[in-house]
């Protein structure tokens, strides 16, 4: 498994898992994804959302 993104405050995670599926989560709830480049997009757009980060992409 590879975090690419992690919040402390929030415990969120986002990155690529040992499958090669994209992940976001923490200890409650998350979700895998194909590895695509418009779900790369996506992922980084929900983790900035999730942790009240701007979005930089």
């Known amino acids: ?3 690419w ?5 929030t415990g969120t ?10 992940f976001i989560g923490n ?4 979700g895998n994804f ?5 779900n790369r997009r996506m992922l980084i757009r ?3 959302r999730y942790t009240g980060r701007k979005i930089i992409i």
Do not use: H, Q, W
């Open 1 to 3: 498994m590879e975090v």
């Open 5 to 9: 993104l992690r919040d402390e405050r």
């Open 13 to 22: 995670e986002a990155g690529i898992n040992d499958d090669g599926e994209l």
């Open 27 to 30: 200890k409650d709830s998350g």
């Open 34 to 38: 194909p590895d695509t480049p418009e």
């Open 46 to 48: 929900d983790f900035c």
